[in-house]
């Protein structure tokens, strides 16, 4: 985006560019209770990629910024974070065993997920797939 203004004192025109990065980031959010999990997931447009995990694990700790980071290029997918400790009845409901895990939602269904530690082909790729299905 492109802005002039004009400074009455000097009587120039200055040209400053800026950047607005809410269209273009991926949304991320923290997932409080279930009611948050269905508006924010269930009911998303976008895919939405959940990362079950919990403060206390290590793998969590690696996997949880890498998921961000690979997903900040896009504004295709969000990324929603859900703390084990916390929503139990989404754990349950998930029947999610281990941490972390990694359940990729399209209109409300789990359409791939992973367990465990892995590389960032593996997140590339779960990346791809739903960018691609989305479009078509």
């Not at 409080?32 to 009911?43: A, L, M, P, R, S």
């Not at 084990?84 to 029947?95: K, P, S, Y």
């Not at 465990?116 to 691609?132: P, Q, R």
Request: charged share 30%; with cysteine; hydrophobic share 45%.
């Amino acid at each position: 985006m492109l802005r002039i203004f004009r400074n009455a004192i000097l009587d120039k025109r200055i040209t400053r560019k800026t950047f607005s990065f809410s269209a273009i980031a991926a949304k991320r959010y923290v997932i409080k209770d279930h009611y948050e999990f269905d508006q924010k997931v269930i009911n998303s447009d976008n895919p939405v990629i959940v990362n079950f995990h919990a403060e206390w694990c290590d793998p969590c700790k690696i996997l949880t910024p890498k998921m961000t980071e690979l997903l900040e290029p896009s504004d295709e997918i969000d990324l929603a974070i859900v703390d084990v400790d916390d929503n139990a009845e989404l754990v349950q409901t998930f029947e999610v065993k281990a941490v972390p895990a990694i359940l990729a939602f399209r209109n409300g269904v789990v359409v791939d997920k992973f367990i465990g530690l892995v590389d960032a082909n593996m997140i590339e790729n779960l990346i791809g797939k739903l960018t691609k299905k989305k479009t078509t």
